[in-house]
């Protein structure tokens, strides 16, 4: 059966400016019943978010989901911190790349996944100014060949 994987419902762009992402893990997320009414409509912010191991189990923090318009008083809290659902195998993996230094557990995109909301996580290490420099010239680099070509032919 292949795998049904819908657009992103949000996506931290900013990421791979600000990161090297070097691997990526797919999780699932614990929601409440307004949390993933607001999800579908599209209105999460993956900005300034991350993950971290705490007691064993693997939490995001930061993640903003703007609280159901349609929601009475028990809506949720947009910026709370929501647990993550891994293996246990996993888990200790992340915990260990995550305590070296210059790494970071970063959510990179959320969709919905066989009727399941994910959460990509990506492994990052982050970027140097001038490594950020160097990528920006790069691309800069990479247009002006392709529009010197498209010219010319």
Do not use: W
Not at 89 to 100: A, C, M, P
């Amino acid at each position: 059966m292949p795998k049904v994987q819908s657009k992103p419902l949000a996506q931290n762009r900013k990421a791979s400016h600000d990161y090297t992402i070097e691997d990526t893990v797919e999780a699932g997320i614990v929601l409440q019943g307004t949390e993933i009414k607001s999800i579908r409509r599209g209105s999460a912010n993956l900005k300034d978010s991350y993950a971290r191991v705490y007691n064993g189990e693997m939490y995001v923090y930061n993640m903003h989901i703007a609280p159901y318009e349609e929601g009475n008083r028990f809506n949720h809290d947009p910026l709370r911190t929501r647990k993550l659902l891994l293996k246990r195998k996993q888990i200790d993996k992340l915990f260990g790349i995550s305590r070296e230094k210059g790494y970071a557990l970063i959510p990179l995109k959320l969709y919905i996944k066989h009727g399941y909301c994910k959460v990509l996580l990506g492994i990052a290490r982050g970027k140097r100014d001038y490594d950020k420099r160097h990528v920006l010239k790069e691309k800069q680099a990479k247009r002006d060949v392709e529009r010197a070509l498209k010219q010319r032919y």
